[in-house]
């Protein structure tokens, strides 16, 4: 994993002061039509405030690991701009979605999703924006490096036990030098925010949820990536990383990494035990409904 050595070169137009080499395969979806109803928008800034988050997520190195074009971790940043107080300053919410490759197949997973409803930036296209991940620079890229580490946490959980660690130490970082000093605290600090990156992140770093992030290897890298050749196994581990779930939602049942589990997971779960045997069936939908009450309906069809 991540030991092929490719060194890719890229013309850097934008952001110079960046390294080379691409751990990500980000793409970056800008919507701003609220902002063209407030007429508080600028197409051509808007069009540069794209390339700079899709510049700065794909070329930053926010590892050291060296990745082949193929295992570059795919991505997609949807960002809404609901509001702009004032030039260059905007607001709106975020959605993440980060996915996987499984193994000798064509399909891939869909790893983790986070809605980030507290997103609040300055953005002026003839400013330099700077970062450093020991001393809060400025909201934006601090941002979207938090995304990143986050990436790199759920895809390296999947691929080994408890692989993410040192991206989680990352991210926190980030998270306490925005708590210090970002003017937009709401996404960053407690608050009695329960899902924000700060609950996020507090998830990850706590022991409650440790295996929940073993659960994850045991979902992807001894489940999905066997099940071309061996579906029951696949359906057999996939039941493994839910009971172990259940025992960590039955301490944290609110959770913020939990409920994205299975916002993330929910259609792909039912595709996967619409195959189980009917006393499996039964099992599953118990635990499922469970879990995921939200999702009753969907569940409701293993049963039929």
Known sequence: MKKVYVLVFFTALVLPRFTFGQIFQFTVNLNYDQLVSQQKTDPQAMSQLQAYMTEFLNTYRFTDDVFGKEER???????????????????????????????????????????DRNVAFTYLPTTQLYFNENSYTEELPYLLAFYAY????????????????????KAFNITNQARNSSPNKRGWDSNNESRNRYALIENLMSQQFTPFRESMYTYYRLGLDVATQNPAETRAKVLQALNTIREVAQQRSSSVLINSFFDAKSDELYRILAEATPEEKSKVYTLLTSLDPSKTQLYQKLLQ
């Open 73 to 115: 971790i795919k991505c997609k940043l949807n960002l809404n701009l609901t509001k702009s107080i004032s030039l260059g300053n905007y607001e709106g919410n975020a959605q993440l979605v980060i996915t996987r490759p499984v193994f000798n197949s064509s399909y891939e997973t869909v790893l983790f999703t986070f809605i």
């Open 150 to 169: 986050t990436a790199l946490i759920f895809d390296y959980d999947s691929f080994s036990k408890l692989g993410g660690n040192p991206y989680i130490q």
